[in-house]
Structure formats: C-alpha cells, structure tokens
C-alpha cells in the first residue's frame, strides 16, 4: 500500500525558532512536493525535487527551504518561525514518468507558531 | 488550465451509490480529469484519472462523456468513511503546471 508519512500530526513552536518537517514516502517515487494549505487559499506549492539533491522553487518559498540527500526524504526548514507560517503543511510524492499529477499524499502537519 | 465546476454539496445514502459530476467544457486534447477527495484535516487523497475511456478502480469508477465536456465520479457503495470533499481537476499528464489547485470542489456527506 502506497505510504507517504510526516513525522509530526501536530506541532507547536515560537517565533524564531528554526523548525524541520520532514516526510518520507515508500514507494520509490522520484517527485516530492511540501505544499501548504490554508482556508481559502487552497494548496499552494512551496518547493518540489524531482530527484535526490535536485530542487525547485514552488510559489511562495520564501521563508523556507528543503533538503533531499535521499530519495526518500524530503524536508522542508523553517529558518525562523514566524507566525504567518502557521498552517497545514502537507508532502506529497509521485512518478516522474508517469503521471505528474498522481499525486501521494502525506497526512499533514498543523503547524502552530505563536 | 481548464476550469472545471462541481456541485457545491450533495448528500448521499450509505450503501447507495454517490455518483459526482464535474462539468470542463473548456478541456483540452492532452488534458487528464483527475479527482481527488480530502476527508477533513486529512491530506488530499488520490481518486482516479481518466483521459477519454472509462476507468475503474478499487475505489471508484470514472466516467468521461464522449466529448470530454463532463465527467463523473461514481462511488459504487459509498461508506460513512467516504464523507470528504471532492475534487475534480484538469491537468496534462505531466507537470507543465507544476503544482496541483483545488477548485471549491462538492462536499460529499454520506448519511447513516
């Protein structure tokens, strides 16, 4: 069974501290994505790698960077917390030859900094 | 992108089958219809995805009308546990856009 998991459901932090999601998937993909979601804004990308070291900017990475040094694994930094960063958090991996949109979801991290 | 619009809600009988249409009028010749669903405060859950021919799988069945104008998700023995939102999207098989985008999207509600 296709498994994407995040290693934290809930997480509460303050301003400034430096905060690690991370996410590991189990079904060798090559795509992972963090997105993050909020009420009526929907999902909006923050980075993807579409392989071990490889990464791109989503549309609203500032604030944040990721590391891949695994094929599995993708984290996603909060340099310094801020409160405007609060927020479902959510990975996701796919296939790059296959079909980009078949996405794998994470079950998310709600991330509160206060 | 083509723009996809779906009922805003709909209810559903457990055991009966939920069928939710989606409407992409506007949808091209290498566009995909994928669905998705997100039960609350879960992440977004894969469905199914189709390009003209009906599709099936262990948890759904697809169905694209002959002019890929609409389609429909069809739940065959829809369960409380399928209570969520619902989305259909349109997108080419690979990721020119980059990143997936949720319309509103039909809440689903089984009922007991």
């Known amino acids: 069974d296709v498994k994407v998991t995040q290693s934290s459901r809930y997480l509460v932090k303050r301003t400034g501290e430096k905060v690690f999601l991370e996410c590991v998937q189990d079904m060798d993909h090559e795509n992972m994505f963090w997105y993050r979601q909020d009420p009526g804004l929907g999902l909006r990308l923050i980075y993807f790698?579409?392989?071990?070291?490889?990464?791109e900017k989503g549309d609203i990475p500032e604030g944040y960077s990721v590391s891949r040094e695994k094929k599995e694994r993708f984290s996603l930094i909060l340099e310094s917390a801020s409160t405007n960063q609060t927020s479902m958090y959510l990975c996701a991996s796919s296939f790059r030859g296959g079909q980009f949109y078949e996405q794998y979801f994470g079950p998310g991290t709600r991330l509160t900094v206060t | 992108d083509a723009k996809t619009t779906q009922p805003p809600s709909m209810d559903c009988a457990e055991g009966r089958a939920a069928n939710l249409p989606c409407n992409h009028s506007t949808i091209s010749g290498n566009e995909y219809v994928y669905w998705y669903r997100q039960i609350h405060s879960q992440g977004p859950q894969y469905i199914i995805h189709?390009?003209?021919n009906n599709e099936t799988n262990e948890m759904a069945s697809l169905i694209i009308t002959e002019d890929r104008k609409s389609s429909t998700l069809i739940l065959p023995h829809a369960t409380l546990r399928d209570t969520a939102v619902y989305y259909c999207?349109?997108?080419?098989?690979?990721?020119?856009?980059?990143?997936?985008?949720f319309g509103s999207g039909t809440q689903l509600t089984v009922l007991p």
């Open positions: 790698s579409y392989d071990v070291k490889m990464k």
């Open positions: 999207i349109v997108r080419p098989r690979m990721g020119s856009a980059r990143q997936l985008t």
């Open positions: 189709g390009l003209k």
